[in-house]
């Protein structure tokens, strides 16, 4: 089926939305900085099919808490959807569409929550703020993923987050670092969101810490500094050398210095040059 849009997404998609919707892969994740239209892209991409008869969608955040928030995609979707044709049921957290297609809100604040939906079907499904999950409770939700055999109604998991959370390296790891044939990441900016006060958005990140900041600011998959920023196991085919003929040593330092009263970090690189001309980095 030929991806659309429906009269129940109130506004154009960015750039960057439209190319997530538009993906007719089975798994991707949008996101990056804040600021980038991530729940907007992910609630698009979920109301894409509701005109489809018995479609089913469901939109997750970690805690009810988190879904509740005002202005959090449970919130979005009122403004979208109150005034049309859709009928929202409170206590099961569903819209219901004419066509008899459902949009569902649930949470995963403990590990068992996933057997919630033991023997649930849908067609989407969409973590909000993924790196907010564990990777067992993504994968279990793709056990309810599926349709009638007849039915052209593409399967999606979709994801969108920004760096950082307990997830972060499993996200990095799956997406970005080693994502498999089919597997799609769409970066997004605060620069790709025209609907935003960019300006004055950017004013409130400059108040992060600076690892926080990296990650919101410009989506950058950086850890916090308690955390080993680089693991061995990314660096495949260097191995430790010991007791090597060192013929020439190097010191490079990057001093990141600014005009400011406060600079970023200063990296160093100690480098080793052999006998018979091999670079080693300490």
Request: net charge neutral; hydrophobic share 40%.
């Amino acid at each position: 089926m030929t991806p659309k849009l429906t009269q129940f997404i109130p506004h154009q998609p960015t750039a960057k939305q439209a190319a997530f919707l538009w993906l007719p892969n089975r798994e991707a994740l949008f996101g990056g900085a804040a600021g980038g239209g991530k729940s907007d892209a992910l609630l698009m991409a979920a109301l894409q099919y509701v005109d489809i008869p018995n479609y089913a969608a469901l939109l997750l955040r970690r805690t009810y808490a988190d879904l509740a928030l005002p202005g959090a995609i449970m919130d979005r979707a009122e403004q979208w959807l109150t005034g049309t044709n859709a009928r929202w049921n409170q206590q099961e957290k569903t819209w219901y569409f004419p066509s008899g297609s459902t949009l569902t809100f649930g949470y995963l604040q403990h590990e068992k929550d996933k057997y919630r939906y033991q023997s649930s079907e849908f067609q989407f499904i969409g973590f909000d703020e993924l790196t907010q999950f564990t990777e067992t409770m993504y994968t279990y939700l793709f056990s309810r993923l599926r349709r009638l055999e007849n039915s052209n109604v593409p399967l999606r998991m979709r994801g969108a987050t920004n760096p950082g959370g307990i997830g972060h390296a499993w996200v990095h790891e799956r997406f970005v670092v080693s994502a498999k044939t089919g597997r799609i990441f769409i970066p997004a900016k605060l620069a790709d969101n025209p609907y935003l006060d960019q300006a004055e958005y950017v004013r409130s990140l400059e108040e992060l810490d600076d690892i926080t900041k990296a990650q919101l600011l410009d989506g950058a998959w950086v850890t916090d500094p308690h955390n080993k920023p680089f693991k061995r196991e990314w660096w495949r085919g260097i191995n430790r050398c010991h007791n090597v003929n060192v013929t020439a040593r190097y010191i490079s330092w990057d001093t990141a210095l600014k005009d400011k009263e406060e600079n970023a970090y200063t990296a160093c690189v100690v480098g080793e040059v052999t006998s018979d001309y091999q670079l080693f980095i300490r």
